[in-house]
């Protein structure tokens, strides 16, 4: 069981900066792929960015590509999203996400924890 707790949203100008952080409960933070999705109101959930469970392999949406970066500490339980360059269109709840897998997918539903989101506004 791994709990997952998303932090750092908030509202910033557009061409602005931020950082979220997704602290993991349990003692195998390490064995979990990480994920980021989001969720714009009236929009379905779209995949942002994955990381490995090494950290030596990431992907992003075509998106965000360029703009954001998804890191992890594995010492301390934490996956980051650092975003630069936010545009009105990133407006959305951001999720984190956790898969007891070594096979890397963009699909929500492969992954099998979810945090509760943290919203990110970007105002133009």
């Known amino acids: 069981q791994v709990q997952l707790v998303e932090s750092g949203g908030g509202l910033v100008q557009a061409g602005g900066s931020l950082r979220l952080s997704c602290a993991a409960s349990?003692?195998?933070?390490?064995?979990?792929?990480m994920a980021w999705f989001r969720q714009a109101p009236g929009k379905e959930r779209e995949f942002v960015a994955l990381?490995?469970?090494?950290?030596?392999?990431?992907y992003y949406a075509d998106s965000v590509k360029g703009r954001f970066t998804i890191s992890r500490d594995n010492a301390k339980n934490t996956v980051y999203l650092q975003m630069n360059s936010l545009k009105p269109e990133d407006t959305a709840v951001y999720y984190c996400?956790?898969?007891?897998?070594?096979?890397?997918?963009?699909?929500?539903?492969?992954?099998?924890?979810w945090g509760q989101g943290t919203q990110v506004t970007v105002s133009s």
């Open positions: 996400a956790a898969r007891s897998s070594t096979i890397l997918t963009r699909r929500g539903y492969d992954y099998d924890y």
């Open positions: 349990g003692r195998t933070f390490s064995s979990y792929a």
């Open positions: 990381i490995s469970r090494s950290g030596g392999t990431t």
